[in-house]
């Protein structure tokens, strides 16, 4: 999420350019024992090769909130190194950078303290599989520790126990424009044993490459959730240069997050 001045001397040479890229999706579901919890969604992702573009196809098992539903799709400019929420039924859109996400995530461990304890990641390789035609390595992680939060006068403790299975190709190269954004900022949510364990694991995928299939088990205090991630439908695909851009009849707005 700085090839802006590249791409836009290209858009230039012609109306009807196509640009070479890719689409796939992605379906996540996740599970527990209380029904009313269980979730399912599923999105469509587009690159140019430069630029990415996440439309919320379908959310089922809870109510559509926030910027995710029918009426929202993410385009991320690499050029800009932002982040536009399109909102397609006002017609309206607002940036955000990836600095003022990880600003956020800062903010939160400002009001929400977080103790994370004993923290123990083992790591175990498997025989490399093919998912969905992609030639995959393969491991599981095991992955424990204690969590304490304090919100106010609100305290709790959680035991955590986590199996995920994870299967990751290096084959294509289109995933990395949906991941290096992420990869080359400097991560840092504000809770310091937090920003550890994202960092193992970071590097961890950094080797093995883009997940397509993963399976994560997690118990808190022994109430287990199930969650699966599944990449699917792999294409490579043209797309006219219109596609990356937002219409310009669509509003610019302040986003929700600055309003008072």
Not at 11 to 32: H, N, Q, R
Not at 234 to 256: A, G, M, R
Request: with cysteine; glycine share 4%.
């Amino acid at each position: 999420m700085k090839k802006l001045k590249a791409l836009t001397i290209i858009l230039l040479l012609s109306f009807s350019f196509l640009f070479a890229g890719a689409e796939w999706t992605m379906k996540t579901t996740v599970t527990s024992k209380k029904k009313k919890n269980n979730t399912t969604t599923i999105m469509k992702f587009y690159t140019d090769g430069s630029n990415v573009k996440q439309v919320f196809v379908e959310i089922e098992g809870k109510r559509k909130q926030g910027f995710e539903g029918d009426n929202y799709y993410w385009l991320y400019k690499t050029g800009e190194d932002l982040i536009y929420i399109v909102n397609t039924k006002e017609k309206s859109y607002f940036p955000m950078s990836i600095d003022s996400i990880l600003q956020m995530s800062q903010l939160v461990s400002k009001i929400v303290k977080f103790e994370i304890k004993d923290y123990n990641i083992k790591k175990e390789t498997l025989a490399p599989e093919v998912i969905n035609g992609f030639k995959c390595n393969h491991i599981k992680l095991y992955i424990t520790y204690k969590m304490k939060m304090k919100i106010a006068f609100i305290k709790k403790t959680f035991d955590v126990e986590e199996v995920k299975e994870i299967w990751a190709t290096k084959d294509f190269k289109y995933f990395n424009d949906y991941n290096n954004p992420f990869i080359k900022k400097n991560f840092k949510t504000g809770f310091e044993e937090l920003d550890k364990a994202i960092k193992e694991q970071m590097g961890m995928y950094k080797k093995i490459g883009f997940p397509i299939k993963t399976i994560t088990i997690s118990k808190q205090n022994k109430k287990e959730t199930i969650t699966v991630s599944e990449v699917s439908d792999v294409k490579e695909k043209t797309f006219p240069k219109s596609f990356f851009e937002i219409p310009k009849d669509y509003q610019l707005i302040q986003s929700p997050y600055l309003r008072r």
